[in-house]
């Protein structure tokens, strides 16, 4: 396989999590990494290993060496950055959700079919094996007819009012937070499983906090300690800490999900229940190696992930034998491999999530606001 440079912009938590996972591939070297200003890029360089660091993202897409880039900044900031990564001529891996608007997220799409460019969208939770043995299992029609879905995404660590991020500032996060967030995640992998687009939904959204306690900039790295009032200010939150939505999929599919940042004791319950005519599977990422598969005349099973038990397609992601877990990590690993793999050789297939995926996420989103300013059902068209 030929190599790739490529170089990494944003340098948080996902900076961290890409950069190891890139390593990973074997044949991806990291040619560069941008942070919001030349400390923090030095700083995560020096961890990380990684030399040529910048406080300006537009350093690294003008060196012709490198071939594709990680965007991996707050929400507002996908748009403009992965822009200009395309029209420098890079491959595109973007965080989600993709953008700020449908509008914006279709302009991406455009440009990047316009240039002939790789481009993915990172919804790397559909990439764990079991999830992927439930897809197979699906398409077999081992369930039968979808009849209908259920679930939640639940965090809890926005639940206190000083609790502070940057997804907290539409400016920053774009109009929504908690289904943002983590219900695009929900939304993006029950129709990747199904197959069946969302057709209409009812959402109701609640923020729970009307005002939160903002740190001032200088106290930041003091967060989880008593803030004193001369330590932060009273912002005004126009974000969601709460979603909870009923779906139309299909013809004939019903679903309902919540999205919460303020559930506490849960850290990152990914979990949903599909059922169909013939059975019914969930699946909780906090347990991700297990799979529950009910069955209305027979005893009900869990499948423990193994790749000699995965259903076609399904073993190719499960990279450890049976028993050795393969967890988050493992799942950004996998997406990374096949977007690259079609960056060194175009001839490889699109089986990872592209801006298409974005862009019809952010076209839910937005019907999502919709439907919570209306207080009722909105079609969703795509
Ligand atoms: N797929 C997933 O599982 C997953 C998980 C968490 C976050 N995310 C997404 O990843 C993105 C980043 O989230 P995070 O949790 O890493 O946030 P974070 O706050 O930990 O990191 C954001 C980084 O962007 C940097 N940044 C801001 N402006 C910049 C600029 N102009 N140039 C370069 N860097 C700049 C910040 O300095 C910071 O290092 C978000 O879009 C989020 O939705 C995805």
């Not at 990279?319 to 977007?339: I, V």
């Not at 175009?346 to 207080?375: A, I, N, Q, W």
Request: charge should be positive; proline fraction near 4%.
């Amino acid at each position: 396989m030929a190599r790739v440079a490529t170089a990494i912009i944003g340098t948080g938590f996902m900076g961290r999590v890409h950069a190891e996972q890139i390593r990973r591939l074997g044949f991806v070297d990291i040619a560069g990494v941008a942070g919001v200003n030349a400390a923090e890029a030095a700083a995560f360089g020096q961890a990380m290993g990684i030399d040529r660091t910048t406080g300006d993202y537009k350093e690294l897409l003008a060196d012709p060496a490198i071939q594709a880039v990680h965007v991996l900044t707050p929400n507002a900031l996908h748009y403009p950055v992965s822009m200009e990564a395309l029209h420098a001529g890079k491959a595109v891996l973007c965080e989600k959700p993709l953008a700020v608007s449908a509008k914006e997220a279709s302009n991406m799409l455009k440009l990047a079919e316009k240039k002939g460019l790789v481009h993915a969208v990172n919804h790397n939770l559909r990439y764990y094996p079991i999830v992927q043995h439930i897809r197979q299992y699906i398409k077999a029609g081992e369930l039968g007819e979808v009849l209908h879905v259920q679930g939640t995404y639940s965090q809890d660590w926005l639940l206190y009012d000083t609790d502070f991020n940057w997804r907290i500032e539409t400016k920053d996060n774009g109009a929504l937070r908690a289904v943002g967030d983590i219900g695009s995640h929900w939304m993006d992998m029950i129709q990747h499983l199904t197959g069946l687009s969302i057709t209409g939904l009812c959402a109701d959204l609640a923020t729970f906090h009307k005002t939160r306690k903002k740190p001032k900039a200088a106290i930041q790295t003091f967060a989880g300690k008593k803030l004193k009032p001369a330590d932060y200010e009273e912002v005004k939150i126009t974000t969601e800490d709460y979603g909870g939505i009923l779906l139309h999929l299909g013809d004939q599919a019903r679903g309902a999900f919540t999205a919460s940042q303020v559930a506490a004791g849960n850290k990152n319950k990914f979990a949903f229940e599909i059922y169909g005519t013939k059975s019914g599977v969930a699946w909780n990422q906090e347990r991700p190696d297990e799979l529950w598969i009910g069955n209305r005349n027979e005893p009900n099973r869990i499948l423990i992930k193994d790749p000699s038990m995965l259903m076609g397609p399904a073993a190719g992601f499960a990279d450890l034998p049976g028993g050795h877990s393969e967890g988050y990590d493992d799942a950004h690993k996998q997406l990374y491999k096949r977007f690259y793999a079609r960056v060194a050789d175009p001839s490889k297939p699109v089986d990872y999530p592209t801006f298409e995926d974005g862009r019809r996420g952010m076209v839910l989103l937005e019907k999502v606001v919709e439907s919570s300013k209306k207080k009722g059902w909105v079609k969703v068209k795509f």
